[in-house]
């Protein structure tokens, strides 16, 4: 389909979209199938400029009025590089915004954009997306907290065998899963004691909380209220808010609960450190059949892995490594050496294959020991992709 502007009567309500739609940049803003069941989300989108197919990039500059583009000039954009992890930081901005100011007309839709440009990240480079989960720390807690939420649930879904629309909407879950304490989970990050009694009860109030306010903004799916409102229930019946047991909690709640307990112990608290990723799994995989169903917590345990992108590693030969790309094997993944064991920091990091002896990974570094900043430009320089401004 060649690009065109797209008309409100090319969309059916409650039904899926046929192509993919993007803005007059060439941005994405839904992916092909996306369902929308609000006649006014498609009257803004359509007011606001929306295009469908829209291939590599626009082929018209937004400036010149439509149908009005330049005789005999070159449509094609000028292209840039762009990373991974910028695209995970842009992401974490672009639901700051979104969720400090929504506006119920095109809320759940831009939610999906969100969705959509991780999955094209993870698409572009699964290992340096979820290496943002160990290495990315700036700004706002809480929607860190969310994103990396919604990156894990598209690798875990994946390994469940959900296809890319259902794995969307449980991104979608992820991405507004604390929209009910926002503010409370900054706070709680930030204090150097565990939460008082008022505090915890908040905590156990916000997946209703946070389903009502999706509702509130124009949410119509009832699938992605669902996860949110039981992304805290356990099926031992000691979760929260309704105490729902076994059966009665979806498993893609129950994967959403896993992604949030994971990210919630590798990421750790002002009076408590971030856990390393052997303890985070061995936890949660003791705790199997109490929280979540076994079967699940094995596969988190399988899709991340024992040492998971951005792994501080130590090397049989002393040098210092950052775990860059999985492998068949989850013991030797490749890494790349920052400090040698003469402890010379590495301006170029250098590959090293784990399953070599002299490169077996020894164990498992905190960050607080490295003692100075990595450049994640440099680990993962295969992690770009050429895209249009």
Same mark, same amino acid.
């Given at each position: 389909?060649?690009?065109?502007?797209?008309?409100?009567?090319?969309?059916?309500?409650?039904?899926?979209?046929?192509?993919?739609?993007? #803005?007059?940049?060439?941005?994405?803003?839904?992916?092909?199938?996306?369902?929308?069941?609000? $006649?006014?989300?498609?009257?803004?989108?359509?007011?606001?400029?929306?295009?469908?197919?829209?291939?590599?990039?626009?082929?018209?500059?937004?400036?010149?009025?439509?149908?009005?583009?330049?005789?005999?000039? #070159?449509?094609?954009?000028?292209?840039?590089?762009?990373?991974?992890?910028?695209?995970?930081?842009?992401?974490?901005?672009?639901?700051?915004?979104?969720?400090?100011?929504?506006?119920?007309?095109?809320?759940?839709?831009?939610?999906?954009?969100?969705?959509?440009?991780?999955?094209?990240?993870?698409?572009?480079?699964?290992?340096?997306?979820?290496?943002?989960? $160990?290495?990315?720390?700036?700004?706002?807690?809480?929607?860190?907290?969310?994103?990396?939420?919604?990156?894990?649930?598209?690798?875990?879904?994946?390994?469940?065998?959900?296809?890319?629309?259902?794995?969307?909407?449980?991104?979608?879950?992820?991405?507004?899963?604390?929209?009910?304490?926002?503010?409370?989970?900054?706070?709680?990050?930030?204090?150097?004691?565990?939460?008082?009694?008022? $505090?915890?009860?908040?905590?156990?109030?916000?997946?209703?909380?946070?389903?009502?306010?999706?509702?509130?903004?124009?949410?119509?799916?009832?699938?992605?209220?669902?996860?949110?409102?039981?992304?805290?229930?356990?099926?031992?019946?000691?979760?929260?808010?309704?105490?729902?047991?076994?059966?009665?909690?979806?498993?893609?709640?129950?994967?959403?609960?896993?992604?949030?307990?994971?990210?919630?112990?590798?990421?750790?608290?002002?009076?408590?450190?971030?856990?390393?990723?052997?303890?985070?799994?061995?936890?949660?995989?003791?705790?199997?059949?109490?929280?979540?169903?076994?079967?699940?917590?094995?596969?988190?345990?399988?899709?991340?892995?024992?040492?998971?992108?951005?792994?501080?590693?130590?090397?049989?030969?002393?040098?210092?490594?950052?775990?860059?790309?999985?492998?068949?094997?989850?013991?030797?993944?490749?890494?790349?050496?920052?400090?040698?064991?003469?402890?010379?920091?590495?301006?170029?990091?250098?590959?090293?294959?784990?399953?070599?002896?002299?490169?077996?990974?020894?164990?498992?570094?905190?960050?607080?020991?490295?003692?100075?900043?990595?450049?994640?430009?440099?680990?993962?320089?295969?992690?770009?992709?050429?895209?249009?401004?």
């Amino acid at each position: 389909m060649s690009n065109s502007r797209l008309q409100s009567n090319q969309i059916e309500l409650g039904k899926p979209i046929p192509f993919d739609a993007f #803005d007059a940049n060439g941005k994405l803003l839904l992916r092909r199938g996306v369902v929308i069941d609000n $006649q006014h989300q498609i009257d803004t989108l359509v007011e606001r400029g929306l295009f469908r197919d829209a291939g590599p990039g626009p082929l018209w500059d937004p400036a010149v009025p439509w149908n009005d583009k330049v005789p005999g000039s #070159d449509p094609r954009p000028v292209a840039k590089k762009v990373s991974v992890f910028e695209l995970a930081a842009q992401v974490q901005q672009q639901l700051e915004r979104l969720l400090t100011e929504p506006e119920p007309a095109d809320f759940a839709l831009r939610v999906h954009a969100l969705a959509a440009r991780l999955q094209h990240g993870f698409a572009l480079d699964s290992d340096a997306l979820l290496a943002t989960i $160990q290495m990315q720390h700036e700004g706002r807690y809480a929607m860190r907290r969310m994103v990396h939420g919604a990156i894990l649930i598209e690798l875990l879904m994946g390994h469940a065998g959900g296809n890319e629309i259902q794995r969307q909407t449980v991104m979608c879950a992820a991405l507004s899963m604390n929209i009910g304490m926002l503010d409370l989970q900054d706070e709680l990050f930030h204090q150097a004691v565990p939460p008082s009694p008022e $505090q915890t009860q908040q905590v156990n109030q916000h997946p209703a909380k946070g389903a009502s306010r999706l509702r509130e903004l124009g949410v119509r799916d009832e699938s992605w209220i669902k996860f949110v409102e039981q992304h805290h229930e356990t099926i031992d019946g000691k979760g929260y808010p309704k105490g729902a047991v076994g059966a009665q909690i979806c498993r893609a709640a129950q994967l959403l609960s896993l992604a949030d307990r994971y990210g919630a112990m590798a990421t750790g608290r002002g009076y408590r450190a971030p856990a390393l990723p052997n303890v985070v799994l061995k936890q949660i995989f003791m705790d199997k059949d109490k929280g979540v169903d076994a079967g699940l917590a094995g596969l988190l345990v399988k899709a991340v892995g024992i040492y998971p992108p951005g792994s501080l590693v130590e090397l049989a030969n002393g040098d210092i490594a950052v775990v860059v790309k999985r492998t068949q094997s989850a013991s030797h993944p490749v890494a790349r050496c920052v400090r040698t064991y003469t402890r010379e920091i590495l301006e170029h990091p250098r590959k090293r294959l784990t399953s070599e002896a002299a490169y077996a990974i020894k164990r498992l570094v905190p960050v607080a020991e490295l003692g100075f900043t990595l450049n994640a430009a440099l680990l993962w320089d295969e992690g770009f992709e050429v895209e249009p401004i």
